[in-house]
Nanobody, 121 residues
Framework: QVQLVESGGGLVQAGGSLRLSCAAS????????MSWYRQAPGKRRESVAT???????IYAESVKGRFTISRDNAKNTANLQMNSLKPEDTAVYYC???????????????WGQGTQVTVSS
């Protein structure tokens, strides 16, 4: 059974920084891409940042230049460094990964349970 566990959320003042971590555990053969999504109250879940297995990164326009996604393939982890945080960054942040478990021959989608990030003005 593959699990994604996030950590690092919390409360921070505008202009501050937070670092989110996502660890994938279980019998994993391969992880394709790893992403961070967020969902604010009353809004749809949106993609924030993605890192492929080759290290290519993709960012939402709203976070470019402020957020950095990184990945450790050996540890099956992905981090999101968030700088210059704004109140509009307040949301529940979810880790997402496309994973090939050892028990199957197919890639499947997995989500973490989410971690709250609150940015006060």
């Amino acid at each position: 059974q593959v699990q994604l566990v996030e950590s690092g959320g919390g409360l921070v003042q505008a202009g501050g920084s937070l670092r989110l971590s996502c660890a994938a555990s279980g019998s994993i053969v391969e992880i394709n891409l790893m992403s961070w999504y967020r969902q604010a109250p009353g809004k749809r879940r949106e993609s924030v940042a993605t890192v492929t297995s080759a290290g290519r990164t993709i960012y939402a326009e709203s976070v470019k230049g402020r957020f950095t996604i990184s990945r450790d393939n050996a540890k099956n982890t992905a981090n999101l460094q968030m700088n210059s945080l704004k109140p509009e960054d307040t949301a529940v942040y979810y880790c997402y990964a496309i994973v090939k478990p050892a028990m199957t021959s197919q890639f499947s989608n997995y989500w973490g349970q989410g971690t709250q990030v609150t940015v006060s003005s």
